[in-house]
Structure formats: structure tokens, C-alpha cells
């Protein structure tokens, strides 16, 4: 097969929505009224839209009519069976308990698993990850490999777990770790992959000690897709069975399918153990819903199940994986630093290193975010001080990066708007020692990115 330079989409696009055009004055005067965090910008005011690939892509054509499909039984709806077996074709978990959103799954786990004096190790917690993890008392370790807090690092699969750091951890205070997690992709550092030898070091490791395993498995396809690119004696093998063997290397499960399911709703969470599922289907009742619908309309469950079977499509992946590549490989040709090598989801630029002359502590990363929404109406995402620098006793410290992340919808976006979104990131790249970093004028105690408010450092 001939090789071509253009990033051809594998879909044709069956119907569309408008984009609202405005100016620099506009999205300023948005800015000034969301308290200057994105989170708060109307969608209406955004030309891009990158905040998150969360629930965000485009559903297909027979995503739409399963939805017509969907069974709104409140008790053991046809279309529950439907989606189970969805997922257990890819993850062979004996329970699979529906949430409503994957922050939902991890809530209801934590209960059961967490509280005071508790350790969850993971190469890296994503933000409701963490989150979940605290509110119950627990620490969240992230226990990435070093390669992996080096945006200039090059290594394939930069999202793996130090292994012996965790056989450390686990010889110290075993008795304190209920769980052993592993993000795959590796989100807050950058979209990174794991490899399948690195999975099963983990689980050994696990073994030996008689830990839990459990997946954040929200981008498991891409990180499949990136292991049969990148892994020794991979090459050759199908999407689904890279799949299935990661599954069967963990005891359970935590999925926002709002990722790689291609849902615009959902998550779940699975496991083998009876007894942890009896304990977690007992607070999803409480709190979520029967267990055939979790917290989603039937109609939902159907369209997952769909998107589990698309998302493993070898077309797909490699037009979602290029695609991101795209954009990426385009910045670093005009000198913006990203992280290397490109993620799956998503671009992250170094907004430290960008901007030397703004202190982490006065957030760079927001400071660059809200740069790019003003001048070019692109919202995207801080991952970094603003995100990750509260700590559990109210300090504050610089996270280890200070990143932007532009994260791509699945199936939403032209080439010719992700060339667009460059040529913003290079405008501002070009007046970027004219930016002023922010403080804080107003957060919560918990997540503070999502509702905070900001003011300039003049």
C-alpha cells in the first residue's frame, strides 16, 4: 500500500452543526464574566472547542439507531444485556456494574475500598481520580517512570509504572494498599501509553504482594493501538486481542465511557471479585440506580455498545492516532514546545517551558489557556499548578509540569480547523512574553480548575 501524506478521515459527514463566529472583544468580555476560567465560557462563545475528548465526539450513523433500539425497562432491560456483553466481548470481567459517568465508578470503589490511612498507587491519578481517592481520607501516589515527568523525554511508553518503586511502596506499607490503579492512557502525563510488558510487571508485582489490580481503561483502544505500533513482536496482531489480553491481566475496572466508547454519556465499573461487587452494587443503588441501567437510559446502554465495536477499528485508530499527530508534529515545526512523543487524545503544550517568565505558582499553564480563547476562541485545558498544585493540607505547590492540553473530540473536527487551532498557538506563541500569569481570587476546597475564579498578576 502506497503511503500518503494527508490524514484522510475514515467517515463522511452526515450532518452539522454551526459554529458561532466571533471576535477578540467578544471572547474578552466572556472572560471577564466566567471569572477567566474556561471551564465557565459558554459552549456558544467557543470556536474550537478542546477542553476535553470527554463525551464530546460525534456519534455515527449506527450509534444514532441503536439509539432507537434502547429499552427503558427500569429492571432487566434487553438493552443492559446488550451493552454487558459489549463489554465483556473486550473485557471479560465477570461484573459489570453501569455508572452514569466514570468519576461515578471511581466515587462508588473508593467507598468500598479507600478511607484514613489507605494508599492507591497509579502511575498517574487524573483529576476526579485523585479527587475520589482524598474525599475518602486515602493518599493517591503517582509512581510514573522517570521518563515520564520529562515532556522532552523520548520514550515510547512514557505512561508506565515504575515497578520497583512500587514493590518499595508495597514493602513498606502493604498493609495500607487496598488497590494497585494503572491510567491507561497515561491522561495527566500526557496521553502516554503503557506497555503490555510493563502491565505484566505490575501484575506480578501485585501478585507477589496480593494486591488488587484495577484498569482506568478510558483510552484503552488508543493505548492498544499504540502498543501494536510501538511493542517488540506486537506489529501484526488485532486491536481486540491486545485488548483482551490487558484485561486479562487485571482484576477490575474503572471505564468513563465518555473516551475511547465514543459515548456522549456513560461509564462502569467491573470486576471479578463477588464480594467487592455485591458492596459496590449496594452504593450504586443508593446513589446511581438499578443495576441494569446505573444512572443511564437504555437508549444509552445501546449506543455504547456500538461505540465499544467501532472504537477498536483498525481504520479508526490509526486516523484518530495520526490526526493528533498531525497537530502536534505542525507546533513543533514552529518551535512551541510540546510534549514528546504526541499522545493519543490529545496535544500537550509546555507551558512552562513556553513561558519561562511566568513563576508556576502563578499558574502558566492558565495563563497560556486563556491566551488562546481570547486571541483565536480555542478553549482548551490547564493540566498542571492550577490542577494539581492545591494540596490535601490547603498548600500550594508547583505540580511537576505545567502543560495545556489540547485535547481532540473523536470524529468532530476537520484537518482544516486543527490547521486553524496551529495558527492560533503560533499568533500567541509569538506574543508570548507579553503574557501576565494569574492568582486566584476565589476557589473550592476540591477540583478548584472546574469552578475558581481568576485575576491577573498586574
Known sequence: MPTFRTVIEPFRIHSVEPIHMTTPE?????LDRAGFNLFKIDAQDVLIDLLTDSGTGAMSRDQWAALQHGDESYAGSPSYYIFRDAVRNLFPFEHVIPTHQGRAAERILFSVLGGPGKVVPNNTHFDTTRANVEYTGATAVDL??????DPQADHPFKGNMNVEALRALLLERGDDVPVVFMTITNNSGGGQPVSLANLRAVKAVCDEFGKLFFLDACRFAENAWFIREREEGQHDRDVVDIVRDIASLADGMTMSAKKDPMGNIGGWLAMNDDDLAAACRELL??????????????RDLEALAQGLKEVVDHDYLNYRIRSTAYVGEALKQIGIPVLSPIGGHA???????LLPHIDPLHYPGQALAVALYEMGGVRTCEIGTVMFGQQSDGTEVAAPLDLVRLAIPRRTYTQSQMDYVVE????VAATSEQLKGFRIAEAPA????FTAKFERVI
Open 26 to 30: 467578544h471572547r474578552l468580555a466572556a
Open 144 to 149: 510514573v517512570i522517570d521518563e515520564g515527568r
Open 285 to 298: 443503588i443508593l446513589t446511581e440506580g438499578f443495576p441494569t441501567y446505573g444512572g443511564l437510559a437504555g
Open 347 to 353: 496535544v500537550y503544550i509546555d507551558a512552562r517551558a
Open 424 to 427: 492560533v498557538c503560533e499568533l
Open 446 to 449: 476540591r477540583l478548584r480548575h
